[in-house]
């Protein structure tokens, strides 16, 4: 059974950080692609960043181009997202996301998704 499951979740004030983490386990993690979604109140889930297999590319919205980095770790079946400068329009409920033929931008592209971690951003 395919569990992901995000942590590092929270409330922080506007130009703060955070880090999220998404534990991966029932899968073999290294074959695949990984994401981060995103979804506010009243909007749809929107693509945040993405990684490859091997870590050696990573894709960004251009609304956190500049402030977000994702990396991953296939040693520790795991995969975070890295939160700098952060602003209200960012909060959110953040989702990790594993896909066999991915990485994409697109929520089609992941077939595994985790229950996903709060993030608040306060003015």
Request: glycine share 14%; charged share 15%; hydrophobic share 35%.
């Amino acid at each position: 059974q395919v569990q992901l499951v995000e942590s590092g979740g929270g409330l922080v004030q506007a130009g703060g950080s955070l880090r999220l983490s998404c534990a991966a386990s029932g899968l073999t993690f290294r074959t695949y692609a990984m994401g981060w979604f995103r979804q506010a109140p009243g909007k749809e889930r929107e693509f945040v960043a993405a990684i490859s297999r091997s870590g050696g590319r990573t894709y960004f919205a251009d609304s956190v181009k500049g402030r977000f980095t994702i990396s991953r770790d296939n040693a520790k079946n795991a995969v975070y997202l890295q939160m700098n400068s952060l602003k209200p329009e960012d909060t959110a409920v953040y989702y990790c996301a594993a896909g066999g033929n991915g990485p994409g931008t697109s929520y089609r592209v992941y077939g595994y998704w985790g229950q996903g971690t709060q993030v608040t951003v306060s003015s």
